[in-house]
Every structure is written in C-alpha cells, then in structure tokens.
C-alpha cells in the first residue's frame, strides 16, 4: 500500500500544480489580450512619424539636427536591453540576451565601449552573472508601462547623445509581428535611420517621391518631430516587447498545463495498478489462510 499511496500523493501535487498552470495561463492570455490592444494600435502612429521625419529630412535639403548628426569621434554606444522581470515565459529572455550580446561582441570587436542600460530583472541578474557593470537599471518598470513611464528614458538618451556622450543609441527587444512569430531585435534608435520592416509595411514595398513646401522651415519642423519620434519608437519596442512577453508566458504555461494533465492520467493508471496488486496480495493472504485452517 506504500507505493499506491505515495503514488496517490504526487498525483495530487502534479493536479495542484496544474491548477497553478492554468490559471497562470488565463492571467497571461487577458493580459496579452491588452497589451496586444496597446501594441497594435499605436504601431501605425509610430510608422508614419518616423516614415514622416524621414521624409522631411531628405527633402528638406541641408537641415542640421543634433539627433540626425553622426557623433563620428565618439566611440561609445548606450545599449537598452529589454527584459522580464519574471520568468516561466519560454525562452524570451534567452533570446534577447543572446541577441544583445550579438551586438556588444560586435561593438567591442572594433573597440568601441558599450553602457549598459537594462529593464527588467531578468536582464540585470545575467549581467551581474557575468560581473558587467550597468550604467543604469529599470527593476521596477510596472507590467504594462505608460507613455510617462518611457518618456524620461528617452529624454536621457536624447540628452546624452546631444551631449556627444555616445556614437550611437541602441535598443534591444523582442519585436512583435503575429501571435505564432516574434522575433528578437536591434534597432537604432539614435541617430534616427531608416526602419527596412517598418517602411516596407507602410510604404507597401515601394517607395515613391513627395514633393513638398515647408512652412514652418524644416529645421523647426524637426525640431519639434524629431524628440518626439524617439519618444515614440522607444515606446512602441516597449509595448512590442510586453505583448512578446506575454505571449511567451501564455504558451509557455499552456504546455505545462498539458504535460501536467499527461502525467495526471499517467500516474492514475500506475495508481490504480498498484493497488489492484495490493487489493490481488490481500485476496491471496485470506485464501492462504483460509486453505490452512482446513
């Protein structure tokens, strides 16, 4: 009866464990739910902007901007790595951190030096793990951040770069693009460059040439576009990557849902196995007993 019963109690402790699962899966899914709302529909507002400052310096002629201006002397870079702060989402973490230290490997090659700037606790613990120092971290970065929440981060940056601080600004993240696909990535933030995947979906493809006349100049239009681009594509990497985030959890949670019902049936057939050997012993004790007092 030993066996059938410790059977009986990791059977319970694997259904207890798959309450957790579930339930874990159900939060994951409202949330993904929400921030794929966020993600979504601010997507289209951060292509335009960005397609539009694009536009405006190109035909703008010679226009001069601090944030367009390639500090060339310089030979340091900001890196902005997003993270989790929990895990139990796959392997999402895995995958940034893998491509952020793509980045510095390549940076570093040409010695050129990289500060760290991290979001979430995930990403702060690898980095203690390999004994780098962080220039700055973000652990309490709430679950669904605001457009207040990003907007100093990308003040500081913009502040730092005007400053001569650093060549270039860059932001790692997991870009969101289907609900079955997102895939890790780089971008530049600072100096602003053109987007390859972000063009190619608003532009459809193609590029076509616009004519246009400026009023006010295209150095004050800048002027006000440009520090609110930044804002804004710092923005939606964030949403892209709690929405990624999420969607990782919520699969991830839905398998260890399944494998617990697996092993659930698993251990219920073993059950019920040893303790009909149990129940057949006892039978063959009584007939054993019964055959000897004849």
Known sequence: MAKARAIAVRRKAVGNIKKITHTMQLIATARFQKSLNKAVGTKPYTQKITELVQQVSAAGGDVDHPLLRANSECKRHALLLLTSNRGLCGGYNASVIRTAMSVVEGLESAGDGVDFYVVGKKGMNYFKFLGRAMRETYPDMPDAPSFGDIEPIASGFMRDYEAGAYASVRVVYMRFLTVARQ?????????????????????GGATAAVQYDFSPAPNVLLAELLPVTVKVRLYQCVNDAVVSENVGRMVAMKSATDAASDMSKLLSQQFNRARQSQITMELLDIMGGVEALK
């Open 183 to 203: 895939q890790p990535e780089a971008i530049q933030l600072l100096p602003i460059e053109a987007d390859p995947i972000e063009d190619a979906a608003a532009c």
